[in-house]
Nanobody, 117 residues
Framework: QVQLVESGGGLVQAGGSLRLSCAASGSSFSYHDMGWYRQAPGKQREWVAIFTRSGNTNYADSVKGRFTISRDNGKKTVYLQMNTLKPEDTAVYYC???????????WGKGTLVTVSS
């Protein structure tokens, strides 16, 4: 299993930017699909973006064109660059690591992003 620790959340005005980081510990980071999810108050957790181990990326429609996911396998870190933030982006953002072949599905504890209007 990998352990995940998110950082970089905070309070930002609408239209601003933040970069979230997720540092992983454990082995074989590069073999995991890495993703970001978020959970807004009173809502279910939703998928935001993924960076697969094969190098593919994909985004939820709500963030496409504004958010960029990246990863540095040497640093065992995945990032989420968030631009043109909107109040509806306010949520706790969670990092996720999956290695389906081994049944691994790990979560961080989350970092809070608050976007003021």
């Amino acid at each position: 299993q990998v352990q995940l620790v998110e950082s970089g959340g905070g309070l930002v005005q609408a239209g601003g930017s933040l970069r979230l980081s997720c540092a992983a510990s454990g082995s074989s980071f590069s073999y995991h699909d890495m993703g970001w999810y978020r959970q807004a108050p009173g809502k279910q957790r939703e998928w935001v973006a993924i960076f697969t181990r094969s190098g593919n990326t994909n985004y939820a429609d709500s963030v496409k064109g504004r958010f960029t996911i990246s990863r540095d396998n040497g640093k065992k870190t995945v990032y989420l660059q968030m631009n043109t933030l909107k109040p509806e982006d306010t949520a706790v953002y969670y990092c996720n690591a999956q290695r389906a072949q081994l049944g691994i599905n790990s979560w961080g504890k989350g970092t809070l992003v608050t976007v003021s209007s």
